[in-house]
T-cell receptor
Framework: TQLLEQSPQFLSIQEGENLTVYCNSS?????LQWYRQEPGEGPVLLVT?????EVKKLKRLTFQFGDARKDSSLHITAAQPGDTGLYLC???????????FGPGTRLSVLP | EPEVTQTPSHQVTQMGQEVILRCVPI?????FYWYRQILGQKVEFLVS????????KSEIFDDQFSVERPDGSNFTLKIRSTKLEDSAMYFC????????????FGDGTRLSIL
């Protein structure tokens, strides 16, 4: 069974700080996706990474897929209160259908 | 931007009753999914559906559950004889294809079993 772990579980920082959250597994994934979930809403897709070593940038967010496709990181530069939310990583199997979700990192950015 | 829509947003049902959760996937998407998120726990895969049949299901998706695409737009999850532990957020998702195509989620239905 493929499992994803995320760290830290909770993170509270001041506006303007940088942060990195991690998504790790002992399994190889064909792709990893990052989502952000607000209370009472569904996960909203941020990015998909497919190639080992791939780096994608989305404004102040930088996503990296590990070379071995077992882990990923999300780095946020100059965090803002609007970045507050639950960040989830999800890994796809070879067919990309059966997604396994990590437990999430709950980020609070204080003004 | 097209989105996945789910109804109702909140469903309250007596234990033992049947519920049907409804989803309208993005119109040109071909793959459909149901996930469950028990309060405070992680999102769990239930089932994927393609070409009018289940393509994959988890061990959570037992005989109590069924899915259907009754027409060209709706995708439903039926839970028979609900139990207290079925209380959760149920999310529908859809994707254009498989093989690393992104899945787009609805806002979920909160199911409360009394």
């Amino acid at each position: 069974t493929q499992l994803l772990e995320q760290s830290p579980q909770f993170l509270s920082i001041q506006e303007g700080e940088n942060l990195t959250v991690y998504c790790n597994s002992s399994s190889v994934f064909s792709s990893l996706q990052w989502y952000r979930q607000e209370p009472g809403e569904g996960p909203v897709l941020l990015v998909t990474v497919v190639t080992g070593g791939e780096v994608k940038k989305l404004k102040r967010l930088t996503f990296q897929f590990g070379d071995a496709r077992k882990d990923s990181s999300l780095h946020i530069t100059a965090a803002q209160p609007g970045d507050t939310g639950l960040y989830l990583c999800a890994g796809g199997d070879n067919y990309g259908q059966n997604f396994v979700f990590g437990p999430g990192t709950r980020l609070s950015v204080l003004p | 931007e097209p989105e996945v829509t789910q109804t109702p947003s909140h469903q309250v049902t007596q234990m033992g009753q049947e519920v049907i959760l409804r989803c309208v996937p993005i119109s040109n998407h071909l793959y459909f999914y149901w996930y469950r998120q028990i309060l405070g726990q992680k999102v769990e895969f239930l089932v994927s559906f393609y070409n009018n049949e289940i393509s994959e299901k988890s061990e959570i998706f037992d005989d109590q559950f069924s899915v259907e695409r009754p027409d060209g737009s709706n995708f439903t999850l039926k839970i028979r004889s609900t139990k207290l532990e079925d209380s959760a957020m149920y999310f529908c998702a859809s994707s254009l294809g498989q093989n690393n195509q992104p899945q787009h989620f609805g806002d979920g239905t909160r199911l409360s079993i009394l």
